[in-house]
C-alpha cells in the first residue's frame, strides 16, 4: 500500500515560514491535498490539488510539490496556526485514501 | 451552511456491533461520495470507507475494517451509516463522517474531504 511519510514536529518562530513536507514515490504524480487540526477540532482542508486553497483559507498558506516530496508552506506564521497537519492522497492503484502520519506544527 | 453530523457512537464489548450514523445539510447528498475517517487516541487520521450510490460495487475499505466494517446510505434521508462488526480494542477512536470530494482527469484523480463533522467517539473495552 502507498505510503506516505511526514515528519512527527516542526517548529518555528511568529513571523517566520513554516515548511512541512510529505513524502511519497513518485509524489509527483498524485495530487496532494492538507488538512489542518487543531485538538479536540475536526481537519479542515487548507490546500486541495497541490496549492489550490478553499474558500476562507489564508494567502500565507500554499502548496508546492516535486518529483518525490509534497510541501505546505505557511508564512508569517501566527500562534493560531499552532496544529497538526496532514497530507493525503488518493492511491488509484487501491483507489484507497491515504493519510500521512501528520506533523506537529509549534509556534 | 454544509454540514454533517454524527452520532450513535458510545461503549461497546470487544466482539461486539455498533452503528454510526451521519446526517448531512446544505450540499447536493444524493451527488456525493461521503466517506469515514478515524483517530485513535494520541495518533493521526485513518481513511476506512467511502461510497457513492447505494451499490455494493461502489464503495472501498481500508485493509483494517474490510470485512467486519460495512457503509451504506439513505438518500431519502440524506444519511450515511457505518456498521461496524466484531470490534476490537484498536477500534476505538473518534469517527469522523466526511464528503469526499474532487474528480478525475486524463491524468490523475483529485480526490479530498472538504466537510468534515465534529466525529463521535467509540470505545471498545470490557
Known amino acids: 500500500s502507498y505510503v506516505l511519510t511526514q515528519p512527527p514536529s516542526v517548529s518555528v518562530g511568529p513571523g517566520e515560514t513554516a515548511s512541512l513536507s510529505c513524502g511519497g514515490d513518485?509524489?509527483?504524480?498524485?495530487?496532494v491535498h492538507w488538512y489542518q487540526q487543531k485538538p479536540g477540532q475536526a481537519p479542515v482542508l487548507v490546500i486541495y490539488?497541490?496549492?489550490r486553497r478553499p474558500s476562507g483559507i489564508p494567502e500565507r498558506f500554499s502548496g508546492s510539490k516535486s518529483e518525490n516530496t509534497a510541501t505546505l508552506s505557511i508564512s508569517r506564521v501566527e500562534a493560531g496556526d499552532e496544529a497538526d497537519y496532514y497530507c493525503?492522497?488518493?492511491?488509484?492503484?487501491?483507489?484507497?485514501?491515504?493519510f500521512g502520519g501528520g506533523s506537529k506544527l509549534t509556534v | 451552511q454544509a454540514l454533517v453530523v454524527e452520532s450513535g457512537g458510545g461503549l461497546v464489548h470487544p466482539g461486539g456491533s455498533l452503528r454510526l450514523s451521519c446526517a448531512a445539510s446544505?450540499?447536493?447528498?444524493?451527488?456525493?461520495?461521503m466517506a469515514w475517517v478515524r483517530q485513535a487516541p494520541g495518533k493521526g487520521l485513518e481513511w476506512i470507507a467511502y461510497?457513492?450510490?447505494?451499490?455494493?460495487?461502489?464503495?472501498k475499505y481500508a485493509d483494517s475494517v474490510q470485512g467486519r466494517f460495512t457503509i451504506s446510505r439513505d438518500d431519502t434521508k440524506r444519511s450515511v451509516y457505518l456498521q461496524m462488526n466484531s470490534l476490537r480494542d484498536e477500534d476505538t477512536a473518534v469517527y469522523f463522517c466526511?464528503?469526499?470530494?474532487?474528480?478525475?482527469?486524463?491524468?490523475?484523480?483529485?480526490?479530498?474531504?472538504?466537510?468534515w463533522g465534529r466525529g463521535t467517539t467509540v470505545t471498545v473495552s470490557s
Open positions: 513518485n509524489i509527483g504524480s498524485k495530487p
Open positions: 490539488s497541490d496549492g
Open positions: 461510497m457513492w450510490a447505494p451499490t455494493s460495487g461502489s464503495r
Open positions: 493525503q492522497v488518493w492511491d488509484r492503484t487501491t483507489e484507497h485514501l491515504v
Open positions: 446544505g450540499f447536493a447528498f444524493s451527488d456525493s461520495y
Open positions: 466526511a464528503r469526499r470530494a474532487g474528480h478525475c482527469d486524463r491524468d490523475a484523480c483529485y480526490y479530498y474531504m472538504d466537510i
